[in-house]
């Protein structure tokens, strides 16, 4: 009854000045609007920036790197055990770029409950030959299908099918621009120099188009047998196994274990692109940010608002304190009039924040760079919708705060004595 | 002997700024059941402080109230609400109607809050209280849209729905002309002698204070009459 009776005055105290309640609203929705639209588009071009590099990149890279050995054999001299060995110009001895027990590994790794997936590459160093100018570029010897699964391949082979370079016998893909120097359309065959001096025909089968052009004028793809054949290799040779993980997060701590069960090199993701990470967050940090001073901003405006209506009220707070309502009940009322306003205010600035996230997701957004891009990106994360809504209360609570604790303390003798 | 509605034992007040004024001094009275009590004094000499007292809505002072042979004195806010709510029914000066509000809603506002009856029951009441004050008509009008007169008179309405153990009035016919001057006291008048209603009316017009059934005349923060 008495809830009920506070909830029926706060209404009536509402839509008496229903204008200002509404300007004290549209403030809310303008602000949760802005700050979802915001964090949505700022994510979804996080997503978009880190997905160029993150996606394609394995979480886990195992490779042998060719490097001197830390042990060289002086330390090992016990005649020199006490004194401090200096050696100048020391080079890596005979080793291979291949990855021992190749096999084994990748079965290891592959029965791993951690991981996704994980599939071996190789990569060949060759000249294409254009007329009687070599050009260097790389091959990266692939697994296709697993290429694609893990890693979206087919998303970059922009022309041609991705799959025929694993149909099509000595087929490559090649990057667009490596493409463009070459002149090679689809169907062509091009001259393939290796470091060896082997010289092989290969059939272009499409074109990939990474979004970096650095890479798309270096890079082409072959199936990893065509490319053992290349350099002449048995079919377990390959320098690089790439695994995904299930958890992005574990990559450090997976490459330590790999690196010392294996004995071999082991890259993570997080080592190797830092500099993405730190981009994503501060993009972040900023969006919440410009979000919660929105959010402050409306803040003021409410308590701006409830003040003035207080002032208003006086008397109305007068005679319901002398007439039975306590200074809680005051106060229940007050805080329960801003706590709509940022409710509904709220919930209105959600709808419109998905609206306008809509809105933004469809304005065409074409550029070369992007090949799987047609619109701005956009993150529809419920995260952002449920802080959005949780600060609208919160803002809103802390705006009613002050102003219903000043009304639950009038003092009505005060009031009424001094007409 | 008669039932005591209200007991003031040795109140004492003073006011702290900006000097220290002693505004009450050693007040002690009772006011029992059906008595129409009407409290006269100059302009200043402390009476309707007494009456805020009285009402439980100024808690800072010396000394024991009584209301229904109940100690008022250190109770919490939340209880004196209550208090207030269910035994004492006010009618001020000023009407302090709630604009926002119809008349009758005004008039149920107490009643919801004191939760005894039901919303129907809360309104058939009101209703009742207006048909008895003559102005059973205006239950729908917004509250903002009435006279002086009648608001009033909803005023009093208001301040009969709980049946309270008794009505205060600060100046109730201050701010009224002649004829609705009477029409109040006439209100006053029937409800003490028909519904031996009590009541304890603050005013400095001569000429009601000598209609009701007992005088109490202060002068300087004390009782010199009555």
Redesign the interface.
């Known amino acids: 009854?008495?809830s009920r009776?506070i909830v029926g005055?706060a209404k009536?105290?509402l839509?008496?000045r229903w204008r200002q309640t509404l300007v004290a609203a549209v403030g809310v929705t303008f602000s949760i609007a802005m700050f979802i639209t915001l964090l949505g588009f700022m994510n979804g071009l996080n997503d978009l920036l880190d997905g160029l590099i993150l996606n394609r990149t394995p979480h886990v890279r195992l490779y042998n790197e060719i490097k001197p050995s830390d042990n060289q054999p002086v330390n090992a001299s016990a005649q020199f055990s006490d004194s401090y060995n200096f050696i100048s110009s020391v080079k890596s001895g005979i080793s291979r770029q291949e990855i021992y027990d190749s096999g084994p590994i990748l079965q290891a790794v592959k029965a791993d409950a951690r991981v996704l997936g994980a599939t071996p590459k190789l990569t060949a160093q060759v000249f294409f030959n254009e007329g009687t100018i070599e050009i260097t570029g790389v091959i990266n010897g692939v697994d296709v299908e697993e290429e694609s699964r893990l890693f979206n391949f087919q998303d970059y082979v922009t022309a041609g099918n991705y799959i025929d370079a694993k149909n099509v016998a000595n087929s490559i893909i090649l990057g667009n621009g490596l493409a463009e120097i070459l002149v090679a359309d689809i169907g062509d065959v091009v001259q393939v120099t290796t470091i060896q001096g082997e010289r092989f025909p290969l059939k272009v089968v499409g074109y990939f188009q990474s979004g970096i052009q650095e890479i798309d004028k270096v890079q082409s793809y072959a199936s990893i047998s065509t490319t053992q054949k290349l350099l002449g290799k048995p079919a377990n040779y390959m320098t690089d196994i790439q695994v995904k993980l299930h958890e992005l997060d574990m990559a450090p701590a997976v490459a330590k274990e790999y690196e010392q069960i294996f004995n071999i090199d082991a890259e993570d993701i997080q080592t190797a692109n830092a500099q993405f990470d730190t981009g994503s967050s501060i993009r972040s940090l900023i969006s919440y940010a410009v979000g919660i001073t929105l959010l402050i901003v409306a803040g003021f405006g409410i308590f701006n608002i409830l003040n003035m209506m207080i002032y208003e009220k006086m008397?109305?707070i007068?005679?319901?304190?002398?007439?039975?309502?306590?200074?809680?009940?005051v106060n229940l009322i007050f805080l329960l009039i801003a706590l709509s306003i940022g409710f509904f205010g709220g919930l209105v600035g959600l709808v419109m924040g998905f609206v306008f996230s809509v809105i933004i997701d469809n304005i065409p957004f074409n550029t070369a760079a992007l090949p799987t891009v047609k619109t701005y990106p956009v993150n529809y994360n419920p995260v952002f919708y449920f802080i959005g809504g949780f600060f609208s209360l919160i803002t809103t609570y802390l705006a009613g705060f002050f102003p219903a604790r000043k009304a639950s303390r009038v003092?009505?003798?005060e009031i009424?004595?001094g007409? | 002997m008669q039932d005591i509605i209200l007991e003031a034992r040795h109140i004492n007040k003073q006011f702290h700024d900006p000097v220290t004024v002693q505004v009450l001094t050693d007040i002690t009275f009772t006011v029992n059941k059906g008595e129409f009590v009407s409290v006269i004094g100059k302009s200043g000499c402390g009476k309707s402080t007494l009456l805020y007292i009285l009402s439980t809505m100024d808690t800072d002072y010396d000394g024991e109230l009584l209301i229904d042979q109940d100690l008022m004195t250190g109770r919490s806010d939340t209880e004196l609400a209550r208090v207030r709510n269910e035994k004492i029914g006010f009618v001020f000066q000023f009407h302090y109607l709630l604009n926002e509000f119809t008349v009758l809603r005004n008039v149920m506002l107490p009643g919801l809050k004191l939760g005894r009856y039901s919303e129907q029951e809360v309104e058939h009441r009101a209703l009742e209280r207006l048909k008895m004050l003559g102005i059973e008509q205006l239950a729908s009008k917004p509250a903002y849209h009435i006279s002086g007169g009648e608001k009033q008179r909803v005023a009093i309405a208001r301040a009969l729905i709980n049946d309270p153990h008794i009505i205060m009035g600060d100046e109730p016919t201050g701010n009224l002309d002649v004829k609705n001057s009477n029409l109040v006291f006439d209100i006053f008048k029937e409800l003490s002698e028909v519904h031996n209603q009590t009541l304890l009316i603050v005013t400095h017009d001569q000429s009601f204070a000598e209609n009701t059934s007992r005088i109490i005349e202060m002068e300087d923060g004390r009782i010199i009459r009555g």
Do not use: E, Q
């Open positions: 009854m008495n009776l005055i009536s105290l839509l008496a008397d109305s007068a005679i319901l304190k002398a007439t039975g309502f306590s200074g809680r009940d003092d009505p003798v009424i004595r007409k």
